[in-house]
């Protein structure tokens, strides 16, 4: 049987040469002897030297074993994970935990408040301004109208365990909001249907005005409800309706109808505030005249019968002397009458003759009389 150096063609008559091999066969020795010189040279250590190898496995050991240290702040908690499993969840500290590929830690901040905009978007945008997302904002009411409803969502994750296991999201990354965390397109999509949901139940009057705050409180309790059921781990802790408006081609008489409202409560609120001051200044003014009345009226009564009193005490002085107590009677009454008039006494002997020419309030000399 010939052997297989029979067939290999020589390139010259002198020297033998291997057969040639594929380009992208791998030589095992020559890796090893190139991995062998690539270390640096120690004195005392030869090349590839087994002891050396050691130390550079153990120093490449000691990084990676570092690496597994970490810190948790006061208002995080770390989930930690070995070999994909749940192993626990740190409070704050300096903590140590496998590194990867056999571990893996999760840091939370719990104590955040995050914040989901549904129906617009404030970040990214030029100027301060927002983004309008109709397909989100668009909403039905209960009387059959079109509003765009704008809200914000305000949230904090209240259990880092249920948060990271509990439910697959595909995630959002306009928020940064990983792959696996229930505040990506989960709640987004709780929110919008727990606003459309209350909207549309509601009439459009409700939405826009005179029940905004009933609305807030409703779609809270829905998204709260649907996070339970879920087991999210997260607290929803409040929901604020930004702008609420009606079609662009009916806004102006809405907005008519929001003035008029708004021009009604107004002086409502001044009725009731003239009612607040005129009521207690009515009520002091009539205590006052009653008060006025009641004490003319204990003057009288008291008048009345201190004169009752006094006709008892003449009829009783009459009934005893009756001459003395008419002439007594009869001066009373003269001096009482003569007290209001002027009086003259006469005490010339020729008459009142020479009175007569006399002014009235002219005063008399001592020879013709006094005044």
């Not at 590194?99 to 830690?105: D, H, Y």
């Not at 719990?110 to 549904?118: D, Q």
């Not at 009934?319 to 209001?340: C, D, G, H, Q």
Request: glycine fraction near 8%.
């Amino acid at each position: 049987m010939p052997s297989k150096q029979e067939n290999i063609p020589l390139r010259d008559d002198k020297v033998y040469r291997p057969p040639d091999r594929d380009e992208n066969e791998v030589n095992i020795d020559e890796l090893l002897g190139k991995f062998k010189t690539s270390f640096p040279k120690i004195p005392g250590f030869k090349g590839g030297s087994p002891l050396l190898i050691f130390f550079v496995i153990l120093i490449i050991a000691l990084f990676w074993i570092g690496s597994g240290v970490y810190t948790v702040d006061p208002d995080q908690q770390a989930v930690v994970r070995t070999f994909g499993k749940f192993d626990g969840i740190r409070e704050q500290g300096l903590r140590w935990h496998w590194p990867s590929p056999i571990g893996q830690r999760d840091i939370i901040s719990v104590t955040k408040t995050r914040r989901l905009e549904l129906g617009f978007r404030s970040s990214g945008v030029q100027g301060g301004g927002i983004q309008p997302i109709t397909v989100e904002s668009k909403m039905i009411t209960g009387d059959e109208n079109i509003v765009e409803v704008q809200a914000v969502v305000q949230y904090r994750i209240s259990d880092p365990r249920a948060y990271l296991f509990n439910v697959g999201d595909p995630g959002e990354a306009e928020r940064q909001v990983l792959e696996g965390q229930p505040d990506g397109k989960t709640l987004r999509d709780a929110t919008e249907t727990a606003v459309r949901q209350i909207v549309g139940a509601r009439k459009i009057d409700d939405v826009l005005t005179t029940e905004k705050e009933v609305v807030q409180q409703e779609v809270l309790s829905i998204i709260r409800k649907i996070l339970g059921e879920y087991e999210a781990g997260i607290d929803v802790q409040q929901v604020l309706l930004q702008n609420v408006n009606p079609p662009s081609a009916v806004q102006d008489a809405f907005e008519d109808v929001v003035r008029a409202r708004e021009d009604r409560d107004r002086i409502v609120n001044l009725a009731e505030a003239y009612q607040a001051e005129q009521i207690p200044k009515a009520e002091g003014e009539s205590a006052k005249i009653i008060q006025a009345a009641e004490a003319f009226k204990q003057g009288r009564l008291a008048k009345a019968e201190g004169e009752a009193l006094g006709f008892e005490a003449v009829l009783e002085g009459y009934n005893k002397s009756p001459e003395v107590t008419r002439t007594r009677l009869y001066l009373e009454a003269v001096e009482e009458v003569f007290a209001k008039m002027k009086k003259f006494v006469i005490t010339n002997p020729e008459g009142i003759l020479p009175f007569l020419p006399l002014d009235e309030g002219s005063s008399i000399n001592q020879k013709g009389g006094t005044e």
